[in-house]
């Protein structure tokens, strides 16, 4: 199938800053390059409901939140299969399969994992699903052989599994599966964007989001109540740029274009940081020249997505035509690991024959 893309995220609420930065900005440029034989963008909401079981409206709702999102972003159901993850039930047979070829100690192993379980407060009562949705993950890459999965740097742990399996997969029935390998964002501050609160990463669970659909009201008084440096109490006090979230959310969202037109005292970023550990510059002064960077990016997102908004029921036809086709993909791949497992006893015309010869015979 050549070079293949696939990425998506879980419809547990609206998009925000840091899915855009982390993966969502890259995949529309992607899209249009041009440079992939397919791209495929999908709602994990099987992955969701590991941790949401006892509320699936929650998921319901956002899947028109999150397909909003990707449209309003710039993704292109024309360049790109936009699809929901439980329409395609070959993605649960794979993940059965590949549970065999993983052991429990393994998936523990996993930092990322380790990592939710507790921000979940899963320690003492884990949900077996979300326990093993690493496997699910790597069916999820592997049904379509993907080569390339653009993610944040926490997502590298889960792509080493989905290696593991395929490779254990081919060398024990045959080589039908593909290695994929993760696409990390190209701005090294884009890669765990914190939350506005100065917490390690931007979090729904934690309501420290700027969601993409934010107005720019909200959007101000977000950036306005966010942490800088504390010791920074007077103008003229040297600022401290590390844990400074302000400063990391310019690292990811500024260029010299935002300077000229909304700060000509600096030409660069550097110029800025230079002139605020010398002491003299505000945080608010700073804080309002983010503020006016994000709405810039945002508003023409905004404008999309009230035009998405105007025919609701086309998203859900985008969505039915994305899940159909990525179907036929997957159902093929399954047929080649069914194959090669020797478990396609229908199509397997000689396994009939030798069968029916054998008890011939007797």
């Given at each position: ?95 059965v399969y590949l549970e065999n070829l993983v052991s ?259």
């Open positions: 199938m050549g070079k293949v893309i696939l990425t998506g995220d879980r419809p547990t609420g609206k998009l925000h800053l840091g899915h855009y930065v982390g993966s969502l900005q890259r995949r529309v440029q992607l899209q249009n390059q041009g440079d992939y034989d397919r791209m495929f963008v999908f709602m994990a909401d099987v992955q969701a409901l590991t941790d949401n079981a006892d509320n699936p409206e929650k998921i319901r709702q956002n899947i028109i939140e999150v397909a909003l999102d990707y449209l309003s972003a710039g993704l292109d159901p024309e360049k790109c299969t936009l699809y929901i993850q439980s329409r395609i039930p070959e993605l649960a047979e794979l993940t429990v100690s393994r998936v523990q192993r996993n930092p990322t994992v380790k990592t939710e379980i507790k921000m979940r407060n899963f320690e003492a009562n884990i949900p077996l699903g979300f326990f093993c949705y690493p496997v699910s993950q790597a069916a999820d890459i592997a049904a379509f052989k993907a080569t390339t999965v653009p993610a944040g740097e926490d997502q590298e742990p889960m792509l080493e599994l989905t290696r593991e399996l395929v490779r254990r997969f081919n060398q024990i029935y045959a080589p039908v599966l593909v290695e994929p390998n993760i696409m990390l964002p190209e701005n090294s501050s884009s890669r765990r964007l914190p939350g506005t609160d100065g917490k390690e990463k931007m979090s729904k669970s934690l309501g420290n989001c700027i969601y993409l659909s934010d107005d720019k009201d909200t959007v101000w008084q977000k950036v306005r109540s966010m942490y800088t440096d504390p010791s920074h109490v007077n103008i003229d006090d040297p600022g401290h740029l590390e844990g400074n979230t302000v400063f990391t959310y310019l690292d990811a969202f500024s260029s010299e274009e935002d300077f000229a037109d909304f700060w000509p005292d600096y030409k660069t970023l550097d110029d800025l940081k230079a002139a605020y550990t010398h002491g003299g510059v505000g945080d608010m002064k700073c804080k309002k020249f983010l503020n006016k960077i994000l709405n810039k990016m945002l508003d023409p997102i905004r404008v999309r997505r009230h035009q998405y908004e105007q025919d609701i029921p086309e998203i859900y036809n985008i969505l039915k035509k994305g899940s159909d086709k990525a179907r036929e993909v997957a159902a093929q791949t399954m047929d080649e690991v069914r194959k090669s497992m020797r478990i396609d006893y229908f199509e397997d015309q000689q396994l009939i024959q030798q069968q029916a010869e054998k008890y011939k015979a007797k």
